[in-house]
């Protein structure tokens, strides 16, 4: 069975600092590359980071050098730390694999704001 359980999102002013992490199935986490996504209100889900296996990482250009993916093999958890959060930020996050499977978690809202 699929699991994805995303937490350690919430409200944070901007420039400040959150790190969601999400615990996945040992199965696929064994398997696949894994991702973060993201979805703001009234726009489509994207893809913000990726981290391979192997550990290679890659960003989209508009968190590029403010968050770092990384991952725990022996948890089969991957993590999400972001820093120098922007109001834009705001989003709900979701890690799956990348590409992504049909099946997605709840998410964790982050909420940048003043």
């Known amino acids: 069975q699929v699991q994805l359980v995303e937490s350690g999102g919430g409200l944070v002013q901007p420039g400040g600092s959150l790190r969601l992490s999400c615990a996945a199935s040992?199965?696929?986490?064994?398997?696949?590359?894994m991702a973060w996504y993201r979805q703001a209100p009234g726009k489509q889900r994207e893809l913000v980071a990726v981290?391979?296996?192997?550990?290679?990482?890659n960003y989209t250009d508009y968190v590029r050098g403010r968050f770092t993916i990384s991952r725990n093999n022996a948890k089969s958890t991957v993590y999400l730390q972001m820093n120098s959060l922007k109001p834009e930020d705001t989003a709900v996050y979701y890690c799956?694999?990348?590409?992504?499977?049909?099946?997605w978690g709840q998410g964790t809202q982050v909420t940048v704001s003043s």
């Open positions: 799956n694999v990348e590409p992504p499977l049909t099946f």
């Open positions: 040992g199965r696929i986490f064994s398997i696949y590359s």
């Open positions: 981290i391979t296996r192997g550990g290679s990482t």
